[in-house]
C-alpha cells in the first residue's frame, strides 16, 4: 500500500525560504506526476506545482517566480522550495500523487505559518 | 474568490439524495475533465470522483459526477451522518495554465 510522508519547518519568518520534503512508501516514484497543493481558510485550496520521475515540471503560473519542485528518484522523494515567504503563503502544505489520476493519495499536511 | 463557483453549503436527510453543483467556464469545465474531494475536518481531501464520473477503488457508488457544458455536478446517494464533509471540485483551465479549484461545499446530514 503506497503512502506519502511529508515533513518540513513549520514555522517561518517573512523572506525566508519554505522547503518541504514528501517521501513516497511501498510504491515507485516512476508513472506519475507528484504534487504540492496548499489550503488555507483565506485562499481554499490551491495547485502549486508537479513534477514526475524525470523531472517534468509544471507551475502554478501564480507561483512560479517564487517556486521550484524537485525529485530525488534514488530516495523516491520529492520536494518544494518557496522563495520570500510572506504572511499570505501561510497554509496547510500538501504532497499528493498527481496525474494520471488527479492526486490519488495525499500527504498528512504540513502547516507551515509565516509570521515575524 | 474561486474559480470554480461552489454553493458554501448543502444539507440533506438520511437516506436523501442530494446534489452539489460545481460551476465554470469554458476555458475550464467546458473543455477538461472534473474532479471530485471529500474532506473531513483535520485530514487531507480524498478522492471521490475523476475524470467527470469515474470511481477510485474502495469509493462507495453513492457517490456519482456528472458534467454538462460548463457546470459539474456531484450526487450522494442514500445520504449518511458520515458523509457530512466538505467536498471540493477541481479542473484543469487552459486560460489560467493551472489547476483550479471550487471554494468548497459543507454538506450537513440533519
Known amino acids: 500500500q503506497v503512502q506519502l510522508q511529508q515533513w518540513g519547518a513549520g514555522l517561518l519568518k517573512p523572506s525566508e525560504t519554505l522547503s518541504l520534503t514528501c517521501a513516497v512508501h511501498?510504491?515507485?516514484?516512476?508513472?506519475?506526476?507528484w504534487s504540492w497543493i496548499r489550503q488555507s481558510p483565506g485562499r481554499g485550496l490551491e495547485w502549486i506545482a508537479d513534477?514526475?520521475?524525470?523531472?517534468?515540471?509544471d507551475y502554478n503560473p501564480s507561483l512560479k517566480s517564487r517556486v521550484d519542485i524537485l525529485v530525488d528518484t534514488s530516495n523516491n522523494q520529492f520536494s518544494l522550495k518557496m522563495r520570500s515567504v510572506t504572511a499570505a503563503d501561510t497554509a496547510v502544505y500538501y504532497c499528493?500523487?498527481?496525474?494520471?489520476?488527479?492526486?490519488?493519495?495525499w500527504g498528512q499536511g504540513t502547516t507551515v505559518t509565516v509570521s515575524s | 474568490q474561486s474559480v470554480l463557483t461552489q454553493p458554501p453549503s448543502a444539507s440533506g436527510t438520511p437516506g436523501q439524495r442530494v446534489t452539489i453543483s460545481c460551476s465554470g467556464s469554458?476555458?475550464?469545465?467546458?473543455?477538461?475533465?472534473v474532479y471530485w474531494y471529500q474532506q473531513f475536518p483535520g485530514t487531507a481531501p480524498k478522492l471521490l470522483i475523476y475524470?467527470?464520473?469515474e470511481w477510485p477503488s474502495g469509493v462507495s457508488d453513492r457517490f456519482s459526477g456528472s458534467r454538462s457544458g460548463t457546470s459539474a455536478s456531484l450526487a450522494i446517494s442514500g445520504l449518511r451522518s458520515e458523509d457530512e464533509a466538505d467536498y471540493y471540485c477541481?479542473?484543469?483551465?487552459?486560460?489560467?495554465?493551472?489547476?483550479?479549484f471550487g471554494g468548497g461545499t459543507k454538506l450537513t446530514v440533519l
Open positions: 513534477i514526475n520521475h524525470d523531472g517534468s515540471t
Open positions: 499528493a500523487r498527481g496525474k494520471p489520476i488527479l492526486w490519488s493519495l
Open positions: 469554458s476555458s475550464n469545465i467546458g473543455s477538461n475533465f
Open positions: 477541481a479542473a484543469w483551465d487552459d486560460s489560467l495554465r493551472s489547476w483550479v
Open positions: 511501498g510504491g515507485s516514484i516512476s508513472g506519475y506526476f
Open positions: 475524470r467527470d464520473d
